[in-house]
């Protein structure tokens, strides 16, 4: 497997939907595929996801309540979700957006708009974790300064 390639998961119930974005997709990033929100949540549980595109309309657990569920996990938290989905009135977006969705893509897909969105979404996540890590590291410089047994060096 080619570890330094993003791992984008796909999750919607049409097969051609998903051999669509899959075919897009392959010669980018590394995909997996879940056909319903269930199995979605099984997959990030384990780890070692990048991005979601999450379908909007699937039937038992709808893309919406998938991606509550996505962002509540802390397992998953930090996964940005991209809704996709044919609905394309501005409350169906504001409704994707307040479930917790990064981004949302009306169908039909366009290619350069799915690659720029992924692309900016996985940057964006990418600079998030690198400053969690320096911020990390100056805590555990200031945690160790002399004079400081709290880390909180007083001046």
Known sequence: ????????????????????????????????????????LQILAAGGVDLVLLDVMMPDMDGHEACRRIVRDPRSADVPVILLTAKSQPEDEARGLAAGAV?????????????????????????????ASRNAELEALLARRPGSADGNASG
């Open 1 to 40: 497997m080619n570890a330094d390639r993003p791992t984008i998961l796909i999750v919607d119930d049409t097969p051609d939907n998903i051999m669509l974005l899959t075919a897009l997709l392959k010669d980018r990033y590394r995909t997996k595929v879940a056909t319903n929100g269930a199995t979605a």
């Open 103 to 131: 981004d949302y893509i009306t169908r039909p897909v366009s290619p350069p708009i799915l690659f720029a969105r992924v692309a900016t979404h996985l940057a964006l996540r990418a600079a998030r974790r690198e400053l």
